[in-house]
């Protein structure tokens, strides 16, 4: 079965920080871009990360910049954000997906997880 698992979310104070994971399985992480995405109650969804294969480029959001950071762990099949200096406008369901292209250029998401909720209380 083809799919993306995160993980990692929960409840934490303005300034906390919180890693949140994407695993995948059935499928080869390393040959995809990895986007991170969140949505928040009453809002649409936002594209906070990108990062190509073998990381060679990576795009946030400008709101998060700073503060996130995407990575990946190719023999642990698994993607990661990294999010410090958390504040309340973060709280969101944040969801990861893989799919093909480039950051800059567009991507085509093959593949979505169902998402974790992160909320930051101020």
């Known amino acids: 079965q083809l799919q993306l698992v995160e993980s990692g979310g929960g409840l934490v104070q303005s300034g906390g920080s919180l890693t949140l994971s994407c695993v995948a399985s059935?499928?080869?992480?390393?040959?995809?871009?990895i986007g991170w995405f969140r949505q928040a109650p009453g809002k649409g969804r936002e594209a906070v990360s990108c990062?190509?294969?073998?990381?060679?480029?990576?795009n946030y959001l400008d709101s998060v910049r700073g503060r996130f950071t995407g990575s990946r762990d190719n023999a642990k099949n698994t993607a990661y954000l990294q999010m410090n200096s958390l504040k309340p406008e973060d709280t969101a369901i944040y969801l990861c997906?893989?799919?093909?292209?480039?950051?800059?250029?567009?991507?085509?998401?093959?593949?979505w997880g169902q998402g974790t909720q992160v909320t930051v209380s101020s």
């Open positions: 997906a893989a799919g093909r292209g480039y950051c800059a250029l567009g991507v085509t998401y093959d593949y």
């Open positions: 059935g499928f080869t992480l390393d040959a995809y871009t």
């Open positions: 990062i190509t294969t073998g990381n060679a480029s990576t």
